[in-house]
């Protein structure tokens, strides 16, 4: 079993920058591909980004790439999701995922979901 939580949302202004963090329980941290998804009103929960255990690949939505990076502290069974020059069209609730399979990118291939945190970008 794994508990996630996430940290770090808040209000953010367009062009600006926010990270968030995602602690998990359990000692095989490092086991388990970690990941992003998000979820405004009445839409289905969109992948983010994806990291693998060992934190050496890693995969992005097209709407995020070049902007946000997500990376991992195995030492610290955290992960982490770097947004930068965000845009209205990033706010959402973003959820920090994980699982055994190698960077599903399908919300459905995920078994642990943490609350989530909101993040929404201002002008």
């Known amino acids: 079993q794994v508990q996630l939580v996430e940290s770090g949302g808040g209000l953010v202004q367009i062009g600006g920058s926010v990270r968030l963090s995602c602690a998990a329980s359990g000692r095989t941290f490092s086991s388990y591909t970690m990941g992003w998804f998000r979820q405004t009103p009445g839409k289905e929960r969109e992948f983010v980004a994806v990291i693998s255990g060992s934190g050496g690949a890693a995969r992005y939505a097209d709407s995020v790439k070049g902007r946000f990076t997500i990376s991992r502290d195995n030492a610290k069974n955290t992960v982490y999701l770097q947004m930068n020059t965000l845009k209205p069209e990033d706010t959402a609730v973003y959820y920090c995922?994980?699982?055994?399979?190698?960077?599903?990118?399908?919300?459905?291939?995920?078994?642990?979901w943490g609350q989530g945190t909101q993040v929404t970008v201002v002008s």
């Open positions: 995922v994980a699982d055994r399979l190698f960077l599903p990118t399908r919300p459905t291939a995920y078994d642990y």
